[in-house]
């Protein structure tokens, strides 16, 4: 597990997805399987996902959307939170990419 803070060469962000279908866990466990996602939450409230993301700073938000969630389908809408200060976050070595 690394600090996120000592990853000085990334930023998270969270999601929050609202999807076209019930398939609530189905499309959390493909969301979860694309690259730069650490997690996904089945929720309730206004989203039925939130998932968290962790992108280097030379791979925009604006790549992640076109080049990663882009190959879903079902996502009615997303809101986009990017995280300026977090506390206590461990990231598993195995979600740094290189």
Known sequence: MVEL???TDY??????IKLN??????????ISKLPSILN??????RFDLM???LLRKDHKISDFYMKEMNK??????????????????KIPCSGIRE
Do not use: R
């Not at 996904?40 to 409230?45: D, I």
């Open 5 to 7: 803070e000592a990853l």
């Open 11 to 16: 930023s998270m962000i969270q999601i929050g």
């Open 21 to 30: 279908t019930m398939d609530l866990v189905g499309k959390g466990e493909e």
């Open 40 to 45: 996904v939450l089945v929720v309730t409230g």
């Open 51 to 53: 998932a968290t993301v």
């Open 72 to 89: 879903i389908d079902g996502i009615q809408g997303v809101e986009t939170f990017v995280v300026y200060k977090e506390f206590n976050t």
